[in-house]
């Protein structure tokens, strides 16, 4: 499991799931499946896949080793529903869709499927995916606090007399709340010249693989610091060090690219060092000096006085965000209690969702565990899915009222196109083929018509729209 930007399939063995693995592989992308049965997944799949065995609805069973270098995610585990009386042993029945066949649960239950299982599935892949606000290290962000252990640790430690501290100033922040405060007397003598503060090693260390780098909202001076991250919890060891500049008296966001940094010790580069990794990130430190690496010189640096409040540390995605996890729902998740609305023109499982234990409404509870989550997400509801081709014209909605029929194979593709489109990010939509379900749709094998640029339909899309809006004033309970 030593490769490194993959994507995990969930319900890989399910008629979404695997065509998702098959272009995945084809495309040349790392790709790891997550199934209950090894057996049938290795028949389906090839013998030769990246296979971990798990089971959702269990979070025992997520092995946090499952997931080391996983990136993104595709979600097409769901429920099982069949025939009441029973299938062929390919499943011919429930290819066909649930309005030819009367149904029922098989297996687990859509509350231990659709929601259980999609809480430990976001749990299981928070830190791998990582947040679309970013993940806060230290400092102030609306009611959120989170603080670290610093400490001075200046040129005194070599003979100097220079001298700092950070202290937290209750109403020194840009709005007048409170900050962290960088501050000290910095000064040449005994051939001294530096101040800095570190946090002690952190109790466990940081996973900050999903992201990109490090953003701090601070104060600036005018000055050039240095910020130091180290990956080992020996002390006197080398940190992975970028300069940044502040503009004075401005509050402003620094960016700081993990690219950026370099292996340094005691200000001079190390060749031979290994690769930053910021999946073990052991501490953290700001430094105001006279030095910049290798002998260059500070051009910023000034002895005596200096002060720099920083209100906030946060590990960051870069623009433009795309999605990390992309999840297969179904239209019709808002319609069983949507006041007003006629069953009778309604598909099966809108009219079925008590009979077939809730399953929409589970799916839907599901879907808002995934929005909540702050992953950067999509989440795509098909109408009833079959095993005709891809390939014919598609309408995407949104707000949950369309009917119809798509192609698993067209959702697959949309699928894998959704990683990476910036405009699916953290949208709902739902999409039909615009084919009626009287009318069969093959496409000549000789001549296969192009495949489609879904980002021309992603675009259109708007976020915050879910089809929740009709049951605001009618919740539907469970």
């Not at 272009?23 to 799949?45: F, S, T």
């Not at 590990?315 to 007003?340: C, L, N, Q, W």
């Not at 379900?437 to 489609?452: G, H, I, L, M, Y």
């Given at each position: 499991?030593?490769?490194?930007?993959?994507?995990?399939?969930?319900?890989?063995?399910?008629?979404?799931?695997?065509?998702?693995?098959?272009?995945?592989?084809?495309?040349?992308?790392?790709?790891?499946?997550?199934?209950?049965?090894?057996?049938?997944?290795?028949?389906?799949?090839?013998?030769?896949?990246?296979?971990?065995?798990?089971?959702?609805?269990?979070?025992?069973?997520?092995?946090?080793?499952?997931?080391?270098?996983?990136?993104?995610?595709?979600?097409?585990?769901?429920?099982?529903?069949?025939?009441?009386?029973?299938?062929?042993?390919?499943?011919?029945?429930?290819?066909?869709?649930?309005?030819?066949?009367?149904?029922?649960?098989?297996?687990?239950?859509?509350?231990?499927?659709?929601?259980?299982?999609?809480?430990?599935?976001?749990?299981?892949?928070?830190?791998?995916?990582?947040?679309?606000?970013?993940?806060?290290?230290?400092?102030?962000?609306?009611?959120?606090?989170?603080?670290?252990?610093?400490?001075?640790?200046?040129?005194?430690?070599?003979?100097?007399?220079?001298?700092?501290?950070?202290?937290?100033?209750?109403?020194?922040?840009?709005?007048?709340?409170?900050?962290?405060?960088?501050?000290?007397?910095?000064?040449?003598?005994?051939?001294?010249?530096?101040?800095?503060?570190?946090?002690?090693?952190?109790?466990?260390?940081?996973?900050?693989?999903?992201?990109?780098?490090?953003?701090?909202?601070?104060?600036?001076?005018?000055?050039?610091?240095?910020?130091?991250?180290?990956?080992?919890?020996?002390?006197?060891?080398?940190?992975?060090?970028?300069?940044?500049?502040?503009?004075?008296?401005?509050?402003?966001?620094?960016?700081?690219?993990?690219?950026?940094?370099?292996?340094?010790?005691?200000?001079?580069?190390?060749?031979?060092?290994?690769?930053?990794?910021?999946?073990?990130?052991?501490?953290?430190?700001?430094?105001?000096?006279?030095?910049?690496?290798?002998?260059?010189?500070?051009?910023?640096?000034?002895?005596?006085?200096?002060?720099?409040?920083?209100?906030?540390?946060?590990?960051?995605?870069?623009?433009?965000?795309?999605?990390?996890?992309?999840?297969?729902?179904?239209?019709?998740?808002?319609?069983?209690?949507?006041?007003?609305?006629?069953?009778?023109?309604?598909?099966?499982?809108?009219?079925?969702?008590?009979?077939?234990?809730?399953?929409?409404?589970?799916?839907?509870?599901?879907?808002?565990?995934?929005?909540?989550?702050?992953?950067?997400?999509?989440?795509?509801?098909?109408?009833?899915?079959?095993?005709?081709?891809?390939?014919?014209?598609?309408?995407?909605?949104?707000?949950?009222?369309?009917?119809?029929?798509?192609?698993?194979?067209?959702?697959?593709?949309?699928?894998?196109?959704?990683?990476?489109s910036p405009y699916a990010c953290d949208k709902t939509f739902?999409?039909?083929?615009?084919?009626?379900?009287?009318?069969?749709?093959?496409?000549?094998?000789?001549?296969?018509?192009?495949?489609?640029?879904?980002?021309?339909?992603?675009?259109?899309?708007?976020?915050?729209?879910?089809?929740?809006?009709?049951?605001?004033?009618?919740?539907?309970?469970?």
């Open positions: 499991m030593g490769t490194s930007n993959i994507v995990l399939v969930a319900g890989a063995t399910g008629g979404v799931g695997r065509r998702v693995v098959d272009i995945l592989r084809k495309k040349g992308v790392p790709v790891r499946v997550l199934v209950r049965n090894e057996e049938k997944a290795r028949r389906m799949l090839g013998s030769d896949v990246d296979l971990v065995v798990g089971d959702i609805t269990k979070d025992s069973t997520l092995i946090p080793e499952y997931f080391k270098g996983v990136k993104k995610v595709i979600n097409a585990a769901s429920v099982i529903v069949g025939p009441k009386e029973g299938d062929t042993p390919d499943r011919a029945k429930y290819s066909q869709g649930v309005k030819f066949f009367e149904p029922e649960i098989k297996g687990d239950s859509p509350e231990k499927v659709e929601y259980i299982g999609m809480g430990n599935l976001i749990k299981a892949v928070k830190d791998n995916l990582g947040l679309r606000r970013g993940k806060l290290l230290f400092g102030f962000e609306g009611n959120n606090y989170r603080q670290l252990p610093w400490g001075a640790l200046d040129d005194v430690v070599m003979g100097g007399v220079s001298e700092s501290t950070f202290q937290i100033d209750p109403r020194g922040g840009e709005n007048g709340g409170p900050t962290g405060v960088f501050k000290g007397v910095v000064s040449t003598a005994n051939n001294g010249g530096f101040t800095s503060i570190r946090t002690k090693n952190f109790s466990e260390p940081e996973n900050l693989s999903a992201y990109d780098g490090l953003e701090f909202r601070l104060k600036g001076d005018g000055r050039r610091y240095k910020v130091i991250v180290r990956t080992s919890s020996d002390w006197d060891t080398v940190g992975y060090t970028a300069s940044f500049s502040t503009e004075k008296g401005k509050w402003q966001s620094i960016q700081v690219p993990f690219s950026s940094l370099r292996p340094v010790f005691r200000a001079r580069t190390v060749s031979n060092a290994p690769p930053f990794d910021p999946s073990i990130v052991v501490s953290l430190q700001l430094m105001f000096s006279k030095f910049e690496y290798d002998g260059k010189l500070n051009e910023t640096f000034v002895e005596g006085p200096f002060e720099l409040p920083v209100s906030s540390i946060r590990a960051y995605i870069k623009d433009p965000i795309m999605p990390r996890f992309v999840h297969v729902s179904s239209a019709g998740v808002t319609r069983p209690e949507r006041p007003g609305l006629d069953l009778s023109k309604q598909p099966p499982a809108v009219r079925l969702n008590k009979e077939l234990d809730y399953i929409l409404t589970f799916k839907l509870k599901g879907e808002d565990l995934l929005r909540e989550s702050g992953i950067p997400y999509v989440i795509v509801r098909p109408c009833a899915l079959t095993e005709e081709p891809a390939g014919a014209d598609l309408i995407f909605d949104q707000g949950d009222n369309i009917t119809g029929k798509i192609s698993r194979e067209e959702i697959a593709r949309m699928c894998v196109a959704a990683l990476d739902e999409v039909k083929s615009v084919i009626p379900f009287s009318e069969p749709f093959t496409v000549d094998p000789a001549n296969p018509p192009p495949e489609k640029d879904y980002n021309i339909y992603f675009k259109n899309l708007k976020e915050g729209i879910t089809g929740k809006e009709a049951l605001e004033q009618n919740p539907v309970s469970v």
